[in-house]
């Protein structure tokens, strides 16, 4: 069983549009993550939840809003899609809140904007 | 000065060699010191932790810790064809839960 997954893996859309990706894990994890990976590879957070509760909320446009709907899954809304927004974006899940002890990824989503 | 630093690469070493990924960070309270290898295409995937002052050793990697010098490693013993990756560093901060990336470091090990 995959530990942390997401869908869609790919993902390409047109300018404008509205766009969701999902994440779940099933490793009984309390805090997941958002992170978005550029062309430069650079890994960047975006946000975290821990127990549904949103404790990191990093500098990102408000057109990118998370949702937690329980501690296993942790899904990312995107509104108005932009050239820029394209990216890989990881999720991830950690034990603890503070992610001390590590973080396991998903696959990834390869989102390409047109 | 960024927050958590890596030379990118590539870092190019023959079979059987030792393979030496370096990474300094700014914070100098950080508790938490992680090493991250990631497959072109694939997701990161955690192969060491490391908390405190000194070596810590799994298999063929070594983590080793410097707090004074903020300085992080990772030593790669006996490298293989199939250890070319990029290595992320990663620093938990000494407040709050937020983790820090480096930019990675692009290992080529020639067969």
């Known amino acids: 069983d995959t530990a942390v997954s997401q869908t869609p893996k790919y993902l390409v859309t047109q300018m404008g549009n509205d766009k969701s990706i999902k994440c779940e894990q099933n490793l009984g994890h309390d805090t997941m993550y958002w992170y978005k990976q550029d062309s430069k590879k650079f890994l960047k957070i975006m946000f975290s939840y821990n127990n549904k509760e949103l404790i990191i909320n990093e500098t990102v446009p408000n057109r990118f809003s998370p949702k937690s709907p329980d501690k296993a899954h942790l899904n990312l809304h995107i509104n108005s899609l932009e050239l820029g927004d394209s990216a890989v974006y990881f999720c991830?899940?950690?034990?603890?809140?503070?992610?001390?002890?590590?973080?396991?990824f998903g696959p990834g989503t390869r989102l390409t904007v047109l | 000065q960024k927050e958590v630093e890596q030379n990118s690469g590539p870092l190019s070493v023959p079979e059987g060699a030792i393979a030496s990924l370096n990474c300094t960070y700014s914070?100098?309270?950080?508790?938490?010191f992680f090493w991250y290898r990631q497959y072109s295409g694939k997701s990161p995937e955690l192969i060491m932790s490391i908390y405190s002052n000194g070596d810590k050793e799994d298999g063929r990697f070594t983590a080793q810790l410097n707090k004074a010098s903020q300085y992080v490693s990772l030593l790669i013993r006996d490298s293989q064809p199939s250890d070319s990756a990029t290595y992320l560093c990663a620093v938990r901060g000494g407040g709050g839960f937020k983790t820090i990336f480096g930019a990675g470091t692009r290992l080529f090990v020639k067969a």
């Open positions: 991830a899940s950690s034990q603890e809140a503070s992610g001390g002890d590590g973080q396991f």
């Open positions: 914070d100098r309270g950080s508790q938490s």
